[in-house]
Antibody, heavy 119, light 109 residues
Framework: EVQLVESGGGLVQPGGSLRLSCAASGFTFSSYEMNWVRQAPGKGLEWVSYISSSGSTIYYADSVKGRFTISRDNAKNSLYLQMNSLRAEDTAVYYC????????????WGQGTLVTVSS | EIVLTQSPGTLSLSPGERATLSCRASQSVSSSYLAWYQQKPGQAPRLLIYGASSRATGIPDRFSGSGSGTDFTLTISRLEPEDFAVYYCQQYGSSPPKTFGQGTKVEIK
């Protein structure tokens, strides 16, 4: 069974940092490209970042560029999102989502982890 | 950046009725790289349609997608009780960002 389990969310003060993790199982993680997508409370979906299967290609949304860093460890079947200089507007549920290739959309999503940025 | 605009914002229908949801892009979506997702409260999005018209694995055939270029449609032929949810379109496969529409809520009338 395919599983994506996010962790690392929580309450953080503005300007603080947080590292999210996504543990993958039930499929060949190293063959899949991965994304982070977020959803602010009561709002729609916002794509955050993408990393290719090897980690050689990375993209970010303009709203997080320079503050967030995506990475992966294929040996550990894990995806990460390092979030620095957090702002109130980064408050959201963060989902990791897999896709087989760039020309296909994410086909499986984790259940998400909530990040709250507040003083 | 491609902006996706979904309409209507809310669709009020009864079980058994037909639902037609629209997604319009600010510029042409290359190779019909357009997907539709369903999201229920407290749950992750579920992929319904990719490539504008191909159903994802396990998706019932009452869900269908159509369109090309800048205009896309998701049709639910006969609404089942479990279909009342929020639906999002997403464009992918071209230069990032992979934008989403703002969503259409299908609610019980």
């Amino acid at each position: 069974e395919v599983q994506l389990v996010e962790s690392g969310g929580g309450l953080v003060q503005p300007g603080g940092s947080l590292r999210l993790s996504c543990a993958a199982s039930g499929f060949t993680f190293s063959s899949y490209e991965m994304n982070w997508v977020r959803q602010a409370p009561g709002k729609g979906l916002e794509w955050v970042s993408y990393i290719s299967s090897s980690g050689s290609t990375i993209y970010y949304a303009d709203s997080v560029k320079g503050r967030f860093t995506i990475s992966r460890d294929n040996a550990k079947n894990s995806l990460y999102l390092q979030m620095n200089s957090l702002r109130a507007e980064d408050t959201a549920v963060y989902y990791c989502a897999r896709e087989l290739k760039w020309e296909l959309p994410p086909d499986y999503w984790g259940q998400g982890t909530l990040v709250t940025v507040s003083s | 950046e491609i902006v996706l605009t979904q309409s209507p914002g809310t669709l009020s229908l009864s079980p058994g009725e037909r639902a037609t949801l629209s997604c319009r892009a600010s510029q042409s979506v290359s190779s019909s790289y357009l997907a539709w997702y369903q999201q229920k409260p407290g749950q992750a999005p579920r992929l319904l349609i990719y490539g504008a018209s191909s159903r994802a694995t396990g998706i019932p055939d009452r869900f269908s997608g159509s369109g090309s270029g800048t205009d896309f449609t998701l049709t639910i032929s006969r609404l089942e009780p479990e279909d009342f949810a929020v639906y999002y379109c997403q464009q992918y496969g071209s230069s990032p960002p992979k934008t989403f529409g703002q969503g259409t809520k299908v609610e019980i009338k």
